[in-house]
């Protein structure tokens, strides 16, 4: 059985490769590319806004994490 995050990460894999292609896409185009349902889609995602707010935040994570590590090792602090 796949879990509800797998399935939240076929979605965001197709709508990241989808969006790259055209530029846009339709959530019809994203479901069938994830090979689910349109209401399933929904389900996990209440609108392309979140899916897309959702991609951003995966696909920055790691940046965001390294450099959260950087400013906590920093032995330099600035105060304003």
Do not use: H, P, W
């Amino acid at each position: 059985m796949v879990s509800r995050m797998d399935k939240k990460t076929v979605i965001l894999d197709g709508f990241c490769e989808l969006f790259n292609r055209a530029g846009t896409t339709s959530v019809s185009d994203i479901a069938k590319k994830a090979g689910i349902a349109k209401g399933r889609l929904y389900y996990d995602f209440r609108s392309k806004e979140e899916m897309l707010g959702a991609l951003v935040v995966r696909e920055y994570e790691d940046i965001i994490k390294a450099c959260n590590e950087l400013v906590e090792q920093s032995t330099c602090y600035a105060t304003f």
